[in-house]
């Protein structure tokens, strides 16, 4: 079966970095463009980065500048380097691959503190 599996959130201060890693296998993997999605309590799910097979990264407004998504095609693995953290980035991270069907990871927690 296709998995995604997620690692990284945690607690961290306003102001402080998270990386999230999402490791995918490689028949999603590959030739998909990866998505990070994040979804708060009471708030409605949010798309916050993409990036394409061929490495084109878009992200929500409110991340430009601070989130980078990349991707490790060697390791079937997309990344979300989180900096400057905010309390309202504070939510359930989930991995997102766009293959025949949508894959999802389970979501991991990030939370910020003020």
């Known amino acids: 079966q296709v998995q995604l599996v997620e690692s990284g959130g945690g607690l961290v201060q306003a102001g402080g970095s998270l990386r999230l890693s999402c490791a995918a296998s490689?028949?999603?993997?590959?030739?998909?463009?990866m998505c990070w999605y994040r979804q708060a309590p009471g708030k409605q799910r949010e798309l916050v980065a993409t990036i394409t097979s061929g490495g084109t990264a878009n992200y929500e407004d409110s991340v430009k500048g601070r989130f980078t998504i990349s991707r490790d095609n060697a390791k079937n693995t997309v990344y979300l380097q989180m900096n400057s953290l905010k309390p309202e980035d504070t939510a359930v991270y989930l991995c997102?691959?766009?293959?025949?069907?949508?894959?999802w990871g389970q979501g991991t927690q990030v939370t910020v503190s003020s």
């Open positions: 997102k691959a766009r293959a025949w069907r949508d894959y």
């Open positions: 490689a028949i999603i993997f590959s030739r998909s463009t």
